[in-house]
């Protein structure tokens, strides 16, 4: 029997992945061998010796201390695309409300109330100052191509924009016209990002990006707040250079800024969203405790491991994979145990090594972090 640890409401849904013969689920569960958590700050957790996975329903982990989950051996699994479709539709809307000042129109409108049969008149007269392009035949940049940001490119284009796109790792697996960043910047009438929160991206969108771009640029903000940083955003929108922010994460400073629509953190707030990202999250947290196979971790390699096997040893470690598979071999071979299947693989500088066996061996092999036998 294995305990789940729900640090969030998770789906029914997605608690139903999980057989109830095999497994407790609840948000009580001590010692867990694994966790699932949508938003729940994990930092300062102190995680259980017996816990060997995390979950997390949505697709970034910023809630969850990787570098000490792998220092103990626990995988981090993530549920990238499952929340694609909900982020996507708030993303066009947003190309909108950017535009056609909405917003902003519609609670100038609130205002009018008791002006009984002059509404019209008013409505007329005020109208002008609410005024905003259409999308048709504008640029957008699409800084991000992954399950998100493709979903976008795809979308704009069928709404007639014409879409160009910025990402390192989609040479060869996109029809999207890419370019470079500077490009982006240059060329873009609304520049929509969807790339993660890392050293070499952290305020991307500052004055020196922004002095690039055309007069008037529209950003969109539905991954990171930090991609953008917030003192240079509202200097642009002041002096005219940026139209309109659109940001899924506001700051204190942000919130009734003139040009600024702030979303609280919305892009994945559909119910089919949390469904598919606590179905998502649950299979690969059963794939790896029943089976030892590992999809969509962060911090571990992938690991599509076949579902016969008659004993199977699973280690983690940090040496090479090459070079510890030989080890875990040896003691493999030396306690008489045939060995049926070997994977090994690197993820950076995290290792993960499965035999597969007609028989148990001893495991003590020198420089495994963690390991399972199933």
């Known amino acids: 029997m294995f305990n789940i640890l729900t640090l969030n409401k998770i789906s029914k ?51 969850i201390p ?6 103990k051996g626990v995988v981090v699994f993530n549920t990238p695309g499952a929340n694609a479709n909900a982020v996507k539709e708030l993303v066009i809307c947003s190309l909108f409300l950017a535009s056609r000042k909405v917003v902003a129109a519609t609670d100038w409108c609130k205002t009018l109330k008791g002006e009984g049969e002059n509404v019209g008149k008013l409505v007329e007269k005020g109208k002008s100052n609410f005024a905003g392009p259409e999308i048709l035949g504008k640029t957008l940049g699409i800084v991000g191509l992954g399950a998100i940001g493709a979903l976008v490119a795809e ?43 890392n050293d070499g991206t952290r305020g991307m969108i500052n004055a020196a990006s922004l002095a690039k771009m055309k007069d008037g640029i529209r950003i ?87 579902d016969d096997f008659a004993v199977r040893t699973c280690f983690i470690h940090k040496e090479d994979a090459d070079a510890f598979a030989v080890k875990a071999e040896a003691a493999a071979k030396a306690a008489g145990a045939t060995v049926a299947a070997i994977f090994t693989a690197n993820k950076k500088d995290m290792g993960y090594t499965v035999i597969d066996t007609d028989k148990a061996f001893d495991t003590a092999v020198n420089g495994a972090i963690k390991v399972r036998v199933i």
């Open 220 to 306: 969109l903000n539905f991954a990171r707040g930090e991609l953008v940083d917030s003192k240079d955003i509202i200097d642009a929108l002041a002096s005219g250079k940026a139209a309109a922010y659109v940001t899924d994460f506001p700051t204190d400073e942000q919130l009734c800024v003139d040009g600024v629509t702030a979303i609280p953190h919305l892009g994945a707030s559909t119910p089919e969203s949390e469904e598919n990202c606590a179905m998502m999250a649950a299979e690969e947290v059963a794939l790896y405790l029943e089976k030892g196979i590992i999809k969509n971790s962060v911090n571990l390699p992938a690991a599509p491991l076949a």
């Open 13 to 63: 849904l997605g608690l139903d992945k999980l057989d109830a013969a095999k497994y407790t689920c609840g948000d009580a569960v001590e010692n867990p061998d694994a966790i699932l958590v949508r938003s729940a700050s994990m930092h300062d957790m102190e995680l259980s010796d017996n816990t060997v996975a995390i979950a997390r329903a949505g697709a970034g982990v910023n809630n």
């Open 155 to 197: 979308s704009a284009a069928a709404l007639g924009m014409t879409v160009i796109a910025y990402d390192p790792f989609a040479a060869g697996k996109t029809d999207i016209e890419l370019v470079e960043l500077d490009d982006i910047f240059a060329n873009s009438d609304y520049i929509t990002l969807h790339a993660p929160l």
């Open 66 to 71: 990787i570098p000490a989950c792998s220092d």
